[in-house]
């Protein structure tokens, strides 16, 4: 069965710090993977896509077939990241999103 | 462009009651979701109407809930009766295609309490 785990709930670092939000999942297909994020008072949105191989406000996220992993990670934590980020695996054949429960990102001063 | 419009905001019932929830999609997407949202969770799909047609209803408990969209535009989602358990943030999200790589757009959600 598909599942998607991210193991921290909360992540806090000071403002320039490296982040790594983690995200570990277990699929028998062949994965594609997401990251959903959802600011204060905000509504839920896409951040990026691994297939896309994008950088979205600084971010990036590699997709480790290896480890089944795909971590978001940010060179420099910028107050404005403070947010809850969901990693999320397309199943169903393109149609249907798991996500993981969250990890919530605190980026302080 | 608007975005995704839900109603209500936020909705406090008592166990074995009913309520119900609206969500208008983004105009021109054919693909509308329901998801469920338990406190310190993410979001579970519920069911996923293309058009007016359910395209994946696999984890909606049909027991109680059930949802429509007749017109293939507004949906709406019924509890009946509510349990303690169902007390989350159902988000409704539209899309142009099926395919969720075209990308999602999230409604503001209800948070309902079942007291």
């Known amino acids: 069965a598909q599942r998607v785990t991210q193991p921290e709930k909360l992540l806090s670092v000071f403002k320039g710090a490296p982040v790594e939000l983690k995200c570990n999942y277990s699929?028998?297909?062949?994965?594609?993977l997401f990251w959903y994020v959802q600011y204060s008072r905000q509504r839920l949105q896409l951040l990026l896509r691994h297939i896309s191989r994008e950088s979205i406000k600084g971010f990036t996220a590699d997709l480790n077939k290896g480890e089944t992993s795909f971590h978001l990670k940010k060179p420099f934590a910028q107050e404005e990241d403070s947010a809850m980020y969901y990693c999320?695996?397309?199943?169903?054949?393109?149609?249907?999103?798991?996500f993981g429960t969250g990890t919530q990102l605190k980026v302080e001063l | 462009e608007a975005g995704v419009a839900q109603s209500p905001r936020y909705k406090i019932i008592e166990k074995r009651q009913s309520v119900a929830f609206w969500c208008n999609p983004i105009?021109?997407?054919?693909?509308l979701y329901w998801y469920q949202q338990i406190l310190g969770q993410g979001p579970k799909l519920l069911i996923q109407?293309?058009?007016?047609?359910?395209?994946?209803d696999s984890q909606l408990p049909k027991d109680r809930f059930s949802a429509e969209r007749l017109k293939g535009v507004d949906s709406t989602l019924k509890i009946q009766p509510a349990k303690l358990e169902d007390s989350a943030v159902y988000l409704c999200?539209?899309?142009?295609?099926?395919?969720?790589?075209?990308?999602?757009?999230f409604g503001p959600g209800t948070r309902l309490t079942v007291l």
């Open positions: 105009s021109g997407h054919a693909t």
């Open positions: 699929y028998s297909g062949s994965p594609e």
């Open positions: 109407f293309q058009n007016n047609g359910v395209v994946d």
């Open positions: 999200a539209s899309s142009s295609t099926p395919d969720v790589r075209a990308g999602q757009f």
């Open positions: 999320a695996l397309l199943t169903g054949g393109g149609n249907k999103l798991t």
